[in-house]
């Protein structure tokens, strides 16, 4: 059998598709007899474009609408003219949308006339290998793409079988797209290591799926969605991707020269966290919390082959947090080889000292730490297990280790106040030199969460987001089945607090790249040198306990415990002068409060700093 492995924008450029090195793998395992080819459709894109618009559409453009836009729809709207056969679908719908939030559109109105050429152009180079099965894989907005070029290969060659699958297709989402699209023949739902090869026997012996765990399948005219399996793929029986065929597509493509190729890997599934406190506003995992890892030995011997292999040494991994045992028997392997690598993680925000030490020393130069907010109660509201005071630590030591922090700051919770924001703001100023969030972002319902799944915890009206009104040409109803993304009444602060917070996250980003605020030991002087934007330039001098004071802030403390330390350490200190102390340094913005509690603010070194978007 002919598998034709398809991956279609807007896959990022700079990154192999994991889900088609693994697919390589499950069949070859599976299936040796099997040939197995792969479409890289991300790049053919970004390559037609280039071409077609004589370099006026970029690489660059293309992460302008395909990374930067995707809360808007206006990846899959240039392909949803080709889906519904009329070039002018949605334009009206899309332009009153963007009009509404300020949404620029040019660009993507520039790609969509290019849009039906490249599908055809697709449909031409798959058919032309002879495929058996075209299996797709779809994310985020890879639906309306994968959907208009398997609609077309149908149409060419009716006996070749469409099968989708991938993190669109988890459930009801993965029958929604198969029921309304008949000539997509399957759907796999959930993991694809062991339905995929099932879903191949069937098909070579010409026999109803019809006990393929979670997979849909037509019966005649009739959809047909098996029920999902709750078995979740064992670590051991997940392979290492296979990215050879992506590295002869990325080596001759014209695209190369624009970006800056990493490798991905994935260590772990699910989420430990999630298993035991699922974050209110998360829908990541979808049906597939439960948490699995590979031994750390066996993830860096999966590391060093690739390296090796594509001479690559950036690795993204895509594990949704990181395994703990990782900092006994995976981190210090990395750490012991000598390989200079660039790693890039997902973490919990609430790591100690020693273990982002570690990450650092790792060669770890990139984290996503989930941060969220920097006010514990509404850190509370979304099940965060961490406090505002944890997350400010998080952020200095990020300076302190060099570590790039990518953080969201979110509200919109049902039950937050003003009051819960108020204080934070206040204090955002005295943060400017520790990297600050994306922006301020009002949190979107997303399926699978438990503000979706539970109505009682605020958000009791739902409907799909008004993005997919010009994406996708079906009723409501379907919708609501199809999609990962909802709208619903705003919860939370509005009006002018919510002002007040965008204008100071606003301003942190703007004065960030100028601001320091830096420890120096000067014999017994403890120096504190004061850079930053909108406070002018200061050194602060603390000696004897006031410097141990400082320093055991570090760690973030209430008063009385502060008090207790100093007075272990051999510091005499009367508590009313100790908290008049801890007034002033926190009116000098040296300390962060969160509640009761006191963090120290300066950092040790000053780390180097690129303009945003530079590298």
């Known amino acids: 059998m002919r598998v034709h492995l398809v991956t279609m924008p807007w896959h990022p450029l700079d990154l192999p598709s994991l889900q088609l090195g693994l697919l390589q793998e499950i069949v070859r395992r599976a299936r040796p007899g099997d040939e197995v080819s792969e479409f890289h459709g991300s790049l053919r894109w970004a390559e037609f474009l280039l071409e077609r618009s004589g370099g006026r559409l970029t690489p660059g453009d293309y992460v ?25 679908w949605g334009e009206a719908r899309l332009k009153e949308y963007a009009a509404d939030r300020d949404v620029p559109l040019d660009t993507a109105l520039a790609m969509r006339p290019h849009a039906a050429g490249f599908i055809d152009a697709c449909a031409a180079e798959i058919l032309a290998a002879g495929p058996d099965v075209v299996g797709f894989t779809s994310t985020f907005m890879q639906n309306v793409p994968s959907l208009a070029l398997a609609r077309a290969l149908k149409r060419r060659r009716p006996e070749v079988t469409v099968v989708l699958g991938g993190s669109n297709c988890d459930g009801p989402m993965g029958h929604a797209l198969h029921r309304n699209h008949p000539f997509v023949d399957h759907v796999v739902r959930g993991e694809a290591e062991y339905a995929f090869p099932a879903l191949l026997r069937h098909l070579d012996a010409r026999t109803a799926p019809a006990d393929v765990p979670g997979l849909c399948w037509w019966d005649g005219t009739v959809s047909r969605a098996n029920t999902e399996s709750r078995r979740t793929v064992a670590p051991a029986d997940i392979p290492s991707p296979d990215y050879d065929q992506w ?14 190729p990493k490798l991905v890997v994935e260590g772990a599934r699910g989420c430990w966290w999630g298993e035991k406190h699922h974050c209110a506003f998360c829908g990541l995992n979808g049906t597939a919390m439960a948490f699995r890892a590979k031994p750390g030995k066996r993830l860096w011997t999966e590391i060093d082959r690739l390296v090796r292999r594509h001479r690559l040494l950036d690795v993204v991994t895509v594990d949704n947090i990181i395994d703990m045992a990782y900092f006994r028997d995976f981190l210090p392997r990395v750490t012991e080889s000598g390989w200079d690598l660039r ?273």
């Open 64 to 88: 302008a609408v395909g990374s930067d836009a995707i809360f808007h729809g206006l990846g899959d709207w240039v392909f949803s003219g080709v889906l519904y056969d009329d070039p002018g």
């Open 247 to 260: 590295q002869a597509a990325l080596d001759a493509s014209p695209v190369q020269e624009h970006i800056h």
């Open 343 to 615: 790693l890039h993680y997902e973490v919990k925000s609430n790591l100690t000292r020693d273990q982002l030490a570690l990450l650092s020393a790792s060669g770890t130069v990139h984290i996503q730490p989930g941060i969220e907010s920097l006010g514990s109660r509404v850190l509370d509201l979304m099940d965060k297990g961490v406090t505002g005071a944890r997350n400010v630590r998080t952020l200095r030591e990020c300076e302190n280790h060099a570590l790039t922090c990518s953080w969201n700051l979110l509200y919109g919770f049902p039950g937050e106040t003003a009051d819960d924001y108020a204080p934070v703001i206040d204090q955002l100023p005295a943060l400017v030199h520790l990297q600050p969030p994306s922006g301020a972002h009002r949190i979107q319902l997303e399926r699978f969460s438990p503000h979706f799944t539970d109505p009682g915890l605020g958000f009791g009206e739902r409907r799909p987001a008004a993005m997919y009104q010009h994406v996708y040409d079906l009723p409501e109803g379907e919708l609501a089945d199809l999609v990962y993304l909802f709208d619903t009444e705003p919860a939370g602060i509005g009006g002018p607090v919510e002002r007040r917070l965008k204008e100071a996250v606003a301003a942190w980003r703007a004065g960030h790249a100028d601001s320091r605020l830096l420890f120096e030991e000067d014999g017994a002087e403890l120096l504190v040198h004061d850079r930053r934007c909108g406070r002018p330039p200061a050194t602060h001098r603390f000696t004897g306990w006031r410097a141990a004071a400082l320093r055991r802030l570090e760690d973030g403390r209430t008063v009385a415990a502060l008090h207790r330390l100093l007075a272990t350490d051999g510091h005499a200190v009367p508590a009313r002068v100790l908290e008049a102390w801890v007034d002033h340094a926190f009116s000098l913005g040296l300390l962060f409060r969160d509640g009761a509690t006191y963090v120290s603010l300066p950092t040790w070194g000053a780390p180097v700093r690129l303009p945003e978007g530079a590298g």
